[in-house]
């Protein structure tokens, strides 16, 4: 047994899951021998690969917490594109919106006056004074991170061991068994120097933090609230403190990246737990799937941006800045945005999908306890995942260690067969404002029947 299961009825059982997937997708298995021929991974983005099963499903549908593909198979959607739809597709209000800008202008390099709402309820929603649009989270970290390099005249970047913030070069790190820090696994380094660009430390760490600040070297702490990307981490209690209080005495400015605690509430996990990032980045589901991102900025950071980039004055010559887009804080983003916060970001909603998250949550619990296994489930708001370990993980490091490709696999595909989807890249499930009772206690009900098959037995 391992991880409380037997690993060999699993192996035997995910190959019966696997024939079982290709009889259900005739029509997805044509469609990915002609995407082969000319996507580089037989997808428009190789990740779209990468979930259970032989080859992606293509989606024929979406609505609400619903999806069916072509092969007319429907599925209740808890991975929602991987939080880019965490309110549910069509969203109604959003949909219109989109429709309705796109009929009167997408992209014009000039703000609309959905601009000037959207602006006023970022700051009253997450409290910092400043914002600016990207075209995603990743840019939006990119850019901060330049920015903080900008106004501490330092290099380093400091990320937590296992962190995920997009493709951001300077985090693509891990520590090795010897706790080096190594290019993370199956990313080239690119050229880059990590020894010169980063600084790497376990999460809930103070001790290492506050040894890695010392050095006086570090332009910009980047960090979740609650690390989501490699299983879930919680900060222990005084972290937070912690690293304010760390981040202050070393005047490093601290960017917290809200892209996917924002499903703890509708201020995210600072608004709830009253955190106060000097930066603050948020993205994926604030636009109904139209590219977008936003960061803000204290105060006293956009004091400090504006000393070194000054507001543009007429006949000065042009400067770029070192950040933008060029379809960066469209009409189009303003609109979904606009639609996203005033209709759908509500309390309302976020009770609902935290209401059901929970049931979610006490379902899983109970089934571990059934079926003897030592795992552990977390939620935080409308977001769940259960991990292969007994307790929470005390860092990224651990987390990492209690992954188990062929259980996820074996776990997400049974699901998969049966009309469930996780999100392929761990065991996580969010909740969406349109997913019911129902939908949970399907889940629920086809992983017990899933662990129930590979706990129990000799292989067949
Ligand atoms: C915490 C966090 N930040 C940033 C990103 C990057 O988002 P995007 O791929 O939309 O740029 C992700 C993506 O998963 C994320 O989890």
Redesign the pocket.
């Known amino acids: 047994m391992t991880l409380g299961l037997n690993l060999d009825r699993v192996a035997h059982c995910y190959q019966s899951e696997l024939q079982l997937f290709a009889e259900r997708h005739p029509r997805s298995a044509g469609f990915y021998r002609e995407n082969l021929k000319h996507w580089l991974y037989g997808a428009p983005l190789h990740w779209m690969q990468q979930w259970p099963g032989l080859y992606p499903i293509l989606v024929a549908d979406a609505q609400g917490a619903t999806l069916t593909d072509c092969d007319g198979n429907r599925y209740v959607d808890f991975a929602l594109g ?3 739809a965490m309110f549910g597709h069509g969203q109604p209000a959003v949909a219109e919106a989109i429709a309705h800008q796109a009929r009167h202008g997408s992209t014009l390099m000039l703000p609309t006056a959905d601009s000037l709402w959207v602006g006023q309820e970022l700051v009253r929603r997450f409290g910092l004074p400043f914002w600016q649009v990207t075209t ?4 939006a ?1 990119r850019f901060v991170l330049r920015l903080c390099r900008m106004i501490t005249g330092r290099e380093k970047v400091l990320v937590f061991n296992c962190n ?4 951001v070069d300077e985090s693509q790190v891990e520590f090795d068994a010897d706790g080096q820090m190594i290019p993370r696994e199956g990313v080239h380094a690119n050229g880059l120097r990590h020894d010169a660009t980063t600084r790497l430390v376990e999460f809930n760490d103070l001790p290492a933090l506050e040894a890695a600040l010392a050095h006086g070297d570090v332009a910009a702490v980047l960090t ?1 609230p609650f690390m ?2 490699v299983g879930m981490v919680p900060p222990a209690a005084g972290f937070h403190d912690g690293l304010r209080e760390l981040t202050q005495r070393f005047d490093v400015p601290l960017i917290i ?1 809200e ?3 924002i499903s703890c509430g509708p201020a995210g996990y600072s608004g709830e737990h009253g955190l106060q990032p000097d930066f603050f ?1 948020l ?2 589901c604030i636009a109904g799937g139209i ?1 977008t ?1 936003v960061w803000g900025a204290s105060q006293a950071m956009a004091e400090r941006i504006w000393q070194v980039l000054p507001h543009f004055q007429p006949g000065q010559a042009i400067n770029h800045f070192g950040f933008g887009g060029t379809l960066a804080g469209n009409a189009l983003q303003m609109a979904a945005m606009r639609a996203t916060f005033s209709e759908v970001m509500s309390a309302a909603n976020y009770a609902h999908m935290i209401a059901l998250a929970e049931r979610l949550r006490a379902g899983v619990q109970a089934l571990i306890a059934k079926h003897r296994l030592p795992w552990h489930v977390t939620r935080i708001g409308a977001r769940v995942e259960y991990l292969f370990m007994d307790h929470a993980p005390r860092n990224g490091g651990e987390a990492h260690h209690a992954r188990h490709g062929l259980i996820e696999a074996y776990l997400h595909l049974y699901l998969l067969n049966r009309g469930v989807l996780l999100t392929p890249f761990h065991n996580m499930a969010l909740l969406c404002p349109a997913a019911t009772t129902d939908d949970v206690d399907l889940h629920n009900r086809l992983l017990d029947e899933c662990l129930g098959t590979v706990t129990q037995g000799e292989t067949p």
Not at 136 to 139: C, E, I, R, V
Not at 164 to 167: F, M, P
């Open positions: 991987d939080t880019g995603s989270a990743t840019d970290n995920y913030h997009g493709s979740e989501t990307n990246d892209t996917h605690t980045v993205g994926k590219p991102a």
